[in-house]
């Protein structure tokens, strides 16, 4: 019975252990989590939107009540760079200098007389996030990780005279989540992030407006904050 017991262990150890060593890979560039600082560049794709809910505002003089929606979203292009510090064996911080080129497609519409008018809304973010990056234990050549943290923007085109204008500073939270791939030479991290701005945008002193008629599209909208969705593959 116990020849039989050794027999029977002997063999799940084997079976155990060869298992395991299929599992385990050769790891590319198993140092390079030990760097204290380290830089990067990345590219991208994004998905920008104006919130701007309706103030319900009714034009005293005409009589007209306008409401704007953001209809259309086109996708925008995302490049940048990488500066992170180590801070321990999961926690990194990082600076992400990064611009953001897109544009927004903005309907008004008179809800008495269907009149429409439209505005296309072109943008190019200047942004510095400021990240927390949290990482899960190295398993072959991948490691997962969360994010968080905060980012400024300023905006370079935001254009005065238009029926909405935008101020051009906005501040914001951020959440995400990526993957390192460590490849033989670099290492690869896709990662999408979520950007939520918290600052009101919407620039309601139109004093330099030459067409004083377009004040009511401004009255129109309550406030006007920025969201994006991030796609964005980092090398490393």
């Not at 027999?7 to 390079?32: G, W």
């Not at 925008?76 to 990064?98: C, D, H, K, Q």
Request: aromatic share 14%; net charge positive; hydrophobic share 40%.
């Amino acid at each position: 019975m116990l020849k039989k017991l050794f027999s029977i262990s002997l063999l799940l150890t084997i079976v155990t252990s060869s298992l395991a060593q299929q599992n385990q890979k050769v790891q590319n560039k198993p140092y390079i989590d030990l760097r204290p600082f380290h830089y990067g560049f990345s590219f991208g794709l994004h998905q920008q939107s104006i919130i701007m809910p309706n103030s319900g505002y009714i034009d005293p003089e005409t009589g007209q009540q306008w409401w704007v929606t953001n209809d259309n979203f086109s996708p925008g292009f995302t490049v940048g760079l990488i500066g992170e510090w180590r801070i321990n064996s999961y926690l990194a911080m990082r600076v992400l200098p990064t611009m953001h080129f897109a544009s927004n497609h903005l309907v008004f519409r008179e809800q008495t007389t269907g009149l429409t008018e439209f505005q296309d809304m072109k943008s190019t973010y200047i942004s510095v996030p400021l990240d927390f990056k949290l990482a899960a234990p190295r398993h072959n050549n991948y490691r997962p990780y969360v994010l968080a943290g905060m980012n400024a923007s300023y905006n370079l085109t935001t254009k005065d005279q238009a029926n909405i204008a935008t101020k051009p500073l906005s501040l914001g939270l951020e959440v995400g989540l990526g993957c390192d791939y460590y490849l033989p030479f670099f290492k690869f991290c896709p990662e999408l992030k979520f950007c939520f701005g918290f600052t009101d945008v919407l620039k309601t002193n139109r004093s330099n407006l030459n067409d004083k008629s377009k004040e009511h599209f401004t009255k129109a909208v309550k406030s006007a904050k920025t969201a994006m969705v991030v796609l964005t593959f980092h090398f490393e």
